[in-house]
């Protein structure tokens, strides 16, 4: 038994059980890719895939009950090798990223400047997408941490953890109407309105607040990025909605925020972090300057952590 054996079982999963993909992924070929699983199937006695033909199709039973058991021996590998980096190489290495827009565009800079300062051996990768996106690269390992308000507690290799809460402000021209009374979404829904993607910050609370009060919304664009929305807003289509961290007076000075947290649920931005893997030390201290109260023996303890449903059954 070898790691390049269980990392073309867990490749086979993670495409699809399309063996040209797990080629393409591990840097080799499709035979040998499958010589690699059927001489693990042959050592354990067992067919870990269903096959129709020369394709494979699913799991067996077997290779269901082997598959989190891989898991674990590539992730503790993976451990092994980052706690060696930590004393061989100190504090060189790379870190590796995953944000929305609004996280990497307004939350992280800071954070970004005061670790480069603190780690500067440290090669860091800033990667953006959709929270879907960065559970993804989360546990495919192309991204060591993952920030998002959205889906990443919804993956069991998962774990997130709470950094902090947000609201939404309407953004509009100076002099508009909202301006001035009491904001109300009744008052919104009478303008044609410019937010966020479906699945991007917070949208979901807005759909949400509009369904429960019996309210359509007059939606004219929709965008992933803040400055795309607040740039439409300027240009006189629409009222925009955005995150309250994306409208700063001095820089968006063309335009005018009105607060809307009581209009709206108020959203919560987690870290997103693989289950179980084991992080440089300097990769903890970059959490811990984006939430200060994510102490590193807070984050590895939930790292650690099993999943409700990795628990065992009772007896």
């Not at 919804?154 to 947000?166: G, I, K, T």
């Not at 303008?191 to 759909?207: K, N, Q």
């Not at 909605?241 to 959203?267: C, G, K, Y």
Request: hydrophobic content about 45%.
């Amino acid at each position: 038994m070898n790691f390049q054996q269980l990392r073309s079982v867990r490749e086979a999963v993670r495409c699809g059980f399309n063996l040209t993909e797990v080629a393409q992924a591990l840097h080799t070929s499709q035979p040998g890719v499958s010589r690699q699983i059927r001489e693990l199937e042959q050592e354990l006695g067992v067919e870990i895939f269903v096959r129709q033909g020369k394709r494979l199709t699913g799991l067996t039973p077997p290779g269901r009950a082997l598959l989190p058991v891989v898991e674990r021996l590539l992730t503790e590998a993976q451990n092994l090798r980052r706690i060696g980096e930590d004393f061989s190489q100190g504090d060189v290495g790379t870190l590796s990223v995953a944000a929305t827009h609004s996280q990497a565009r307004y939350a992280l800079p800071a954070v970004v400047r005061d670790f480069q300062s603190r780690h500067p051996g440290v090669s860091l990768k800033l990667h953006q997408g959709s929270p879907q996106q960065i559970a993804q690269m989360l546990v495919s390992g192309e991204a060591d941490i993952g920030i998002a308000t959205h889906s990443l507690a919804e993956q069991e290799a998962l774990v997130a953890l709470s950094c902090y809460r947000w609201t939404h402000s309407v953004v509009v021209p100076p002099g508009h109407e909202l301006l001035e009374g009491p904001l109300t979404l009744q008052r919104l829904a009478a303008y044609p309105l410019i937010t966020y993607d479906v699945g991007f910050t917070g949208r979901g609370t807005i759909d949400d607040a509009f369904r429960r009060a019996g309210l359509g919304m007059q939606l004219v664009l929709s965008a992933m990025d803040a400055d795309v929305i607040k740039t439409y807003v300027g240009l006189g289509m629409g009222v925009g909605i955005v995150a309250s961290i994306a409208f700063d007076e001095e820089r968006d000075r063309p335009l005018r925020a009105v607060d809307a947290r009581h209009l709206f649920a108020i959203n919560t931005t987690s870290i997103g972090l693989r289950r179980g893997a084991l992080l440089r030390a300097y990769a903890y201290d970059f959490i811990q300057s984006f939430a200060p109260h994510l102490k590193p023996e807070i984050v590895i303890q939930a790292q650690a952590a099993r999943s409700a449903a990795a628990q065992p059954a009772p007896l």
